[in-house]
């Protein structure tokens, strides 16, 4: 069975950091294009960064750009989100998804139909 996990949210004052993980079970995450997104209450998924199945490309969108740092470890299984400088806006639930692409694909996006498979999600709140 194909799962995602994420873990590593919580409660967090503004300026301070988080490190979100997405460990995979049942399927090999390096197979896979992974992406960070974000759902606030009342408000459409949206995509902050994403990273390749090579890890070749790191994609951010532009309000997280600088704050926040994708990195994968393919011998864990895992994709991690380094979030520092967050922000009360930052306040979300953060959702990592992953996408067949096979290994040494040098392209990402932040695109919600692009991914296939999706964990759970974990709060993250950051209060001012």
């Known amino acids: 069975q194909l799962q995602l996990v994420e873990s590593g949210g919580g409660l967090v004052q503004s300026g301070g950091s988080l490190r979100l993980s997405c460990s995979a079970s049942?399927?090999?995450?390096?197979?896979?294009?992974v992406a960070w997104f974000r759902q606030a209450p009342g408000k459409e998924r949206e995509g902050d960064s994403c990273?390749?199945?090579?890890?070749?490309?790191?994609y951010y969108r532009d309000s997280v750009k600088g704050r926040f740092t994708v990195s994968r470890d393919n011998a864990q299984n895992t994709v991690y989100l380094q979030m520092d400088s967050l922000k009360p806006e930052d306040t979300s639930v953060y959702y990592c998804?992953?996408?067949?692409?096979?290994?040494?694909?040098?392209?990402?996006?932040?695109?919600?139909?692009?991914?296939?498979?999706w964990g759970q999600g974990t709060q993250v709140t950051v209060s001012s």
């Open positions: 998804a992953a996408d067949h692409r096979g290994r040494g694909y040098d392209y990402c996006s932040i695109y919600v139909w692009s991914y296939d498979y």
């Open positions: 049942g399927f090999a995450l390096d197979d896979y294009n």
């Open positions: 990273i390749s199945s090579s890890d070749g490309t790191r």
